[in-house]
């Protein structure tokens, strides 16, 4: 009698845990659930950062000072996803970029849609697209995707002067 | 071998739950206090590394998110480890004997109050034999402190003295949780708690940040007036297989005592890492402290026990009393995992006249 193999065993784990978004979390989180983009400024190098976690990754200081930045902003770099993700919440193909909003200056991933994949291009300027005001959530979901506006892109050395600089 | 110094140790109040402070937001305050004490700025430092357990906030990475308090443009030197930041500090020891590192700074955290930190710490057992039966940390714990009373190495009141002492020790100590004049017969009183400990035999759940900074003979003495020299360092881990060890002896604490040739030391006060009470007795029989050496005047970790931080307390809260003078020579321990499974024994020297 040979015996069995044992390939795999259940040993399942659950956790409750009551997360704390943090000071900074959950101020950027009351004002985009107003509709605002609000990020904070460090008080050393004055860079600016949104959405803020409440420290300066340059300078390891903490930012306090808030400052509110319009929904316009540059694609700072992007990628086509065909592939569906488990759980996810867009179908492919959709386009994921780094988003840099103006003022700001460290970017953030968002969805750039409302044009054809193919034309989505690095410097293109886009505008939030936000969700109807009643489904509005503490969440940077209520920002549906980034479109492109009528402005002329913003040349590739301009964004990283400005970072460098 | 490079003489080694901790310089600054600075450790945030420990509290029961720190509200809405987020990691990064308790880190950044004892990194900068650390920073602030020595003069010196994140640029000033070779390496940096931390210690903290991805489970107490229940997010992968967490430990990278820790990273946004202290400054990492320009890039810097980094590492952590997933266990107290007492082992943090010794991987810093090492890169400074390895000659990568002039400074270090180490820093521990853990916000314990979100989850449930018992059934957390589970996790560390053994997958395949013990975790899936879920016994927690109280009860291990339980189990040990029943062994070594049915031993007669310890009594309930035995334990309560030490839990007094450190109630007691503990008001001095501005950023305790839990301190207070309390009788034998005050703390025999109270119900039991998970036979035979009570509540207060154990370590309370607490949420915090620490930091320490360390730095080669040179540096030390221009950067602070009495470091705390690291004269000897050893760690010992015991099996992971819980029922093969003898749970009233420690031979990891006395194999680490023979290699820091801990009794060739006159020992002015020790810093033992017990989160329950028991395990102090236990730790001061295997070390043979004898009763001139004052123990855990911090109050120790039944005081406070800022878990992933712990350890690098001890060690912290020696230094102060070092650098304040009223020590000499001092014994700094940290422990992890299961009823003192590893243990970490640190002698620590004033070298001023």
Not at chain 1, 2 to 14: T, V
Not at chain 1, 44 to 58: A, D, I, L, T
Not at chain 1, 150 to 162: F, G, K, Q
């Amino acid at each position: 009698m040979s015996e069995e193999k044992i390939l795999e065993f259940e040993a399942p784990i659950y956790f409750k845990y009551s997360y704390t978004a943090g000071k900074t979390t959950t101020s950027f989180l009351n004002s985009i659930k107003k509709g605002k983009l609000v990020g904070q400024k460090c008080p050393k190098c004055r860079g600016v950062y949104v959405p803020p976690r409440g420290s300066c990754p340059k300078d390891g200081v903490a930012t306090e000072e808030e400052i509110e930045l319009p929904d316009i902003g540059t694609v700072e770099s992007f990628t086509i996803n065909y592939l569906p993700i488990p759980g996810g919440a867009v179908d492919p193909p959709y386009v994921s970029a780094n988003i840099i909003l103006d003022g700001a200056d460290l970017a953030f991933m968002h969805i750039v849609d409302g044009i054809d994949h193919s034309e989505v291009r690095v410097g293109m300027r886009v505008k939030a697209h936000w969700k109807p005001k009643n489904e509005w959530k503490a969440s940077l979901e209520n920002i549906a995707y980034f479109q492109p506006i009528d402005e002329p892109d913003l040349p590739l050395n301009h964004l990283s002067d400005e970072k460098n600089a | 071998m490079r003489e080694v110094a901790v310089i600054a140790y600075a450790q945030t109040p420990m509290t029961r739950d720190a509200g809405a402070q987020n990691e990064v937001e308790l880190i950044m305050q004892v990194v900068h206090q650390a920073l602030d004490e020595v003069k010196l700025n994140q640029t000033d430092i070779d390496f940096t590394c931390s210690g903290s357990c991805d489970y107490l906030q229940g997010v992968t990475f967490a430990f990278v998110d820790g990273l946004n308090a202290v400054s990492s443009v320009p890039p810097i030197n980094e590492s952590h480890v997933e266990m107290d930041a007492a082992w943090a500090l010794y991987e810093s020891w090492l890169k400074i004997q390895m000659e990568e590192a002039d400074v270090a700074l180490v820093y521990g955290f853990g916000k314990s109050s979100p989850g449930e930190l018992r059934s957390i710490m589970t996790l560390q057992l053994d997958p395949y034999y013990l975790a899936p039966l879920w016994p927690d940390s109280v009860s291990l714990a339980a189990l040990q402190a029943k062994a070594m009373i049915d031993n007669k190495m310890i009594t309930e009141e035995s334990m309560a003295k030490v839990v007094k002492r450190s109630r007691k020790n503990a008001k001095s100590n501005p950023n305790s949780q839990l301190s207070g004049d309390f009788s034998i017969g005050d703390l025999l009183s109270e119900p039991i708690f998970v036979s035979p400990l009570r509540k207060h035999d154990c370590s309370p759940i607490t949420d915090g940040a620490s930091a320490i900074i360390l730095a080669t003979k040179e540096k030390a003495l221009s950067l602070c007036r009495n470091p705390a020299f690291i004269t000897s360092i050893d760690h010992r881990v015991e099996t992971a297989q819980f029922g093969y060890r003898n749970l009233t002896s420690s031979p990891s604490i006395q194999k680490s005592s023979e290699v820091i040739n801990l009794s060739d030391y006159s020992i002015d006060a020790a810093e033992l890492h017990a989160p329950f009470s028991h395990q102090e007795l236990l730790l001061i029989k295997e070390l043979q402290l004898n009763e001139e050496v004052s123990i855990n005047k911090s109050g120790g970790v039944l005081a406070g026990n800022i878990m992933m931080s712990a350890g690098l307390d001890r060690i912290g809260s020696m230094f102060n009393l070092i650098k304040s003078g009223k020590v000499r020579t001092g014994l700094a321990h940290a422990t992890s995992g299961p009823c003192l499974q590893q243990n970490m024994l640190i002698i620590m020297e004033s070298k001023n006249e």
